[in-house]
């Protein structure tokens, strides 16, 4: 099998994809260019005050919501290319060509994952940095990285391995995002402290690693130094899934 | 190669009150040898696909086991690769022609010139070099078919396995279909095909597996059509001299494999390919005999025998028969050679209306 055959079809599948990702983050970009133009400090900083003075609440609840947009970005970017990285090829018969050609499903796919997650990756680490630059005249130095690193091995992971069984992948992994969010809040303000406390142990440690991300966005958002400990929790979070994606593909019909 | 033994396979109901368990193939044992064209056929939902998924390695029995050359089918698939064309056809629309055969070829692990070269070759033997940079997606049913072809071809493998090859093509590729199945033919190399085209999968196979309801009904040797009502087989309980006078060319036949035909105590003859006896009314099809030779038995010594007749027509051939039982000969069995495998399934599938 010629990997570098399969990570140029891989490209070219989700060529529509990757454009809309960038059409998104030209958005963001010239967002953020705008409001520089329109608003900067001496110092190179979109000043939130005046862009109020310009804009009213919507301008400054714009630039908020596209700063936490922004954040996100990562894991929009990996539940995008990564939606149906199995189940749709298995959906529509492809899988089946691939698979008598003597290659093996997992390399066919490992191959596929590694290139789409390299495509969030690197949208992701020229959008966050050159915004935080046009907004903030600075960036949060390799933190960034390794925030977008965090994000893309533990969505990715999940995506994978729901897409193994189930052609809504990347919504349920939406779900479970939006669940552990949720549920990190609840467990941080102590309202799950009546739930017993393995039950408890057992839904934080399925759903996505929110506490930890949130630990290394904290980093980021502060340049702070990269606290090692968490990236290692959720790199074996989504190693976890990936490996069980892996174990999955090769028992699944296809 | 290819063995299945007691293999059962069942699609599982999607949850909802009413709905029921599909049995796609039950306790099917079949062994194909290496070698030659074996066609499958038989009505919708026989488990033709559901066989070819199992042989390939895409499904898994429920009860059973499947080998290919001593091989689970997905092991053997990571060895050796298998040449396929499904039922139906599918590659992402947005890719080209070109580019399709490109990538599938570098996933059989051609690289560089020798690709390119497969791909120009699989493009010219299926007519495709003028569609090169068409996207997939805008092709016709009969050029999508042609690309499928053309794709599972690309690599020489010792498994092909073809569902309804011949779908969406006009006569002319269909024609050039069977040559290139001609070519492909090997002592190294299994062909399957399933198809609902009968007269095509008569001309292309050597064997025909007939299944209905996820069994296996019957498995016919599939000679060139002759004409109806011209060779027979006759089965003896024992042999006798008296065949060589009855039917003077008489030929002992050797193999088995003949389609059985139906013996019916005493009555006229009914239904097609009955025949009479002088007296009754001659129609092709069913051996119609007087009770006392309808079970066949073997005399003192040898056991049953099977010959080759060859008659004018039915009528000719009541009227020799009726010599050879006058001359103490039991016969068992009587059926034609070269009836064409509509003429065979369809009595095999609905005995009563092939009367």
């Keep these: 099998m010629n990997a570098l055959v399969l990570a140029r079809l891989t490209l070219r599948d989700r060529r529509k994809r990757i454009l809309a990702l960038l059409a998104f983050a030209g958005l963001f970009l010239a967002a953020a260019a705008t409001a520089r133009l329109l608003v900067s400090d001496t110092d190179g900083h979109v000043n939130a005050d005046q862009l109020f003075l310009i804009g009213g609440y919507p301008a400054v609840s714009a630039l908020l919501l596209m700063g936490w947009l922004l954040g996100r970005f990562p894991i929009i970017a990996t539940l995008v290319l990564m939606a149906g990285l199995f189940s749709h090829d298995r959906a529509e018969g492809y899988a089946r060509l691939y698979t008598v050609r003597a290659a093996s499903p997992l390399r066919v796919y490992g191959t596929r994952f590694a290139v789409l997650a390299g495509v969030a990756f690197a949208i992701s680490a020229v959008l966050m940095p050159t915004f935080d630059l046009i907004m903030l005249g600075t960036w949060a130095g390799p933190a960034t990285l390794v925030l977008i690193l965090s994000y893309v091995l533990v969505f990715g992971g999940l995506v994978a391995l729901l897409s193994v069984w189930t052609r809504a992948d990347a919504w349920i992994a939406l779900l479970l995002a939006v669940a552990a969010l949720v549920w990190d809040g609840l467990r941080s303000a102590g309202v799950l402290a009546q739930v017993p406390a393995g039950a408890r142990d057992v839904v934080t440690f399925l759903l996505p690693p929110q506490a930890m991300l949130y630990s290394i966005e904290e980093a980021f958002g502060n340049i702070q130094p990269i606290p090692w400990d968490a990236f290692l929790y959720v790199a074996g979070y989504g190693l976890t899934a990936l490996a069980l994606a892996a174990v999955a593909l090769h028992r699944r019909e296809v | 190669m290819i063995e299945l033994r007691n293999v059962t396979r069942i699609y599982a109901a999607a949850p ?83 580019d399709a055969l490109l990538a599938l070829a570098g996933l059989e692990g051609l690289k560089g010139a020798s690709a390119k070269e497969r791909v120009a070759a699989a493009m010219e033997r299926f007519g495709l070099e003028p569609h090169a940079k068409k996207p997939v997606g805008a092709l016709s049913r009969g050029l999508n078919q042609r690309l499928g072809l053309a794709q599972a ?203």
């Design chain 2, 153 to 355: 071809l690309l690599a020489d493998r010792r498994l092909v396995v073809l569902d309804e090859p011949t779908e969406g093509l006009d006569p002319l590729w269909r024609i050039r279909f069977r040559d290139a199945v001609a070519e492909l033919r090997g002592a190294e190399r299994t062909i399957l095909v399933a198809s609902h085209d009968l007269a095509e999968v008569e001309r292309i196979a050597d064997q025909v597996v007939l299944l209905e309801g996820g069994r296996v009904k019957e498995i016919m040797d599939v000679t060139p059509p002759a004409t109806a009502g011209t060779g027979y087989r006759i089965t003896l309980a024992a042999p006798s001299p008296a065949v060589a006078e009855a039917f003077p060319g008489a030929v002992e036949a050797t193999g088995a494999g003949a389609a059985r035909g139906t013996i019916q105590g005493g009555g006229a003859p009914s239904g097609p390919g009955a025949v009479g006896f002088p007296g009754a009314a001659a129609v092709p099809g069913t051996a119609t005999f007087p009770d006392a030779l309808a079970a066949p038995g073997a005399p003192d010594g040898d056991g049953p025998v099977t010959y080759l007749v060859h008659v004018a027509d039915a009528k000719e051939l009541s009227t020799r028969l009726a010599a050879l039982l006058e001359a103490g000969a039991v016969v068992a069995e009587v059926t034609p050679v070269g009836e064409p495998l509509e003429e065979r399934v369809r009595r095999a599938l609905d005995p009563e209306a092939a009367r």
């Design chain 2, 16 to 98: 909802g009150r009413g709905r029921v368990d599909t049995v796609a193939l039950d306790d099917v044992t079949l062994a194909i040898p290496p070698g030659g064209v074996w066609g499958f056929v038989g009505p919708n939902g026989a488990g033709k696909t559901t066989l070819f998924g199992l042989v390939l390695g895409f499904l898994h029995p429920t009860k059973g086991r499947v080998r290919v050359d001593g091989l689970e089918p997905r092991r053997y698939l990571r060895r050796h690769g298998a040449a396929y064309l499904p039922e139906r056809f599918r590659l992402p629309p947005e890719w080209t022609v070109g």
